[in-house]
Structure formats: structure tokens, C-alpha cells
């Protein structure tokens, strides 16, 4: 594929992505800060590239995205090795978010799972997880959504199979909502 047709192709799926996700990214940003008002927190979870946006979000969260304003509780379960190689060597690697969302997740919490696929199973069981303990579940998936996107509260699901351009909107996803969050905690400081 030529430099070209990976810019055209990116535009599209782009265009195609601004309409379908518009109306569930404010959805989700509604939650997200109905959470984090609360007092609660936002916990996510990925593989590979998924793993860099979980981190992504949440450093957009807890230090900020444009402008100063308090910070947002959210935790990375990509991020701590010593946690996430302990749970894999004696829970297997399938069980290395759903046991950090066991230990640290309360209801009214949100969840952000992040698989192009949708068929991460460490992921699911993390959505498992979550649910037991009353969080919301915000999916970031590719076109079909996999196993994953039925079990989220607000499934986000990029129209491609290609998992660079899947990518690509899923950080755009980020952006949005980590501005959407950032403006209403600068309106609350102000108020």
C-alpha cells in the first residue's frame, strides 16, 4: 500500500467514524464523568497498542489534556509489571486484568476495555469482572466488536478490520473524551 492510499484510506474510515461515534462518545463521556463527579474511578485495560491507549487515557486524565485543572482518578492495569507478571505466572494470562479489577474496583467505577479485535480474552474476563462488581463497561472494538461489544454498557466500534486504522480512531476516541472530561472539571472549578 503506497503512502497515498494509507492517508485516503485513513480519511475514510475517519469520516465514517465521525458519524457513527459521535453520539456514543458523549454517552460515554456522560458516564466517564458521572463517575469520576462521584468520586469514583476509571480503570483501563488493553493489549500491545490497546495497552499504549489504555496508558494513553489515562495519563490524558490524571495529569491533564490542554489546560490545568484537578486531576482524574484513572489507573492503567497495563502499567504495573510486577502485578501484571505475578498474576500471569499464577493465574495465567487471562486473568491479569480481571484480577486487578477484583482488587480494586468498586461499583460505580467505569471500565474502559480496549481490543481492535474485540476477542481479547484477558479483556473479556476483565468486562466479566467489572460486572460482578458494578461497573460500567465503555468498549473500544473495530467494526464487529467481537465478544467484547455485547458485554459493554457503551460499545465504541470503529468501522474497519484494519488495526492500524482502528487504532488510529481510537485515539481520536481518547482525545474527545479526555476534552470532553477536562471541560466539565475546569466548569466545576469555576462554579
Known amino acids: 500500500m503506497t503512502v497515498q492510499a494509507i492517508f485516503t484510506e485513513h480519511d475514510a474510515v475517519m469520516r ?12 460515554a463521556a456522560a458516564v466517564l464523568w458521572d463517575c469520576l463527579a462521584s468520586g469514583r474511578k476509571v480503570m483501563a485495560c488493553g493489549n500491545g497498542g490497546s495497552a499504549a491507549s489504555a496508558q494513553h487515557l489515562v495519563a490524558e486524565l490524571v495529569c491533564r489534556f490542554r489546560d490545568d485543572r484537578r486531576a482524574l482518578a484513572a489507573v492503567a492495569l497495563t502499567a504495573d509489571t510486577m502485578t501484571l507478571t505475578a498474576i500471569g505466572n499464577d493465574y495465567g494470562y487471562g486473568r491479569i486484568f480481571a484480577r486487578q479489577v477484583e482488587a480494586i474496583g468498586t461499583r460505580g467505577d467505569v471500565l474502559v476495555a480496549i481490543s481492535t479485535s474485540g476477542n481479547s ?8 469482572a ?16 467481537g465478544e467484547l461489544a455485547p ?16 487504532q488510529e480512531v481510537h485515539d481520536v476516541c481518547i482525545h474527545a473524551l479526555a476534552e470532553a472530561l477536562e471541560e466539565q472539571a475546569r466548569g466545576v472549578a469555576g462554579s
Open 16 to 27: 465514517e467514524a465521525a458519524a457513527l461515534l459521535a453520539q456514543p462518545l458523549d454517552q
Open 121 to 128: 480474552a484477558n479483556v473479556v474476563e476483565a468486562v466479566k
Open 151 to 166: 458485554l459493554a454498557d457503551i460499545p465504541l466500534r470503529v468501522p474497519s478490520r484494519v488495526v492500524a486504522r482502528i
Open 130 to 145: 467489572a460486572r460482578l462488581v458494578g461497573c460500567t463497561v465503555v468498549a473500544l472494538t473495530g467494526l464487529d466488536g
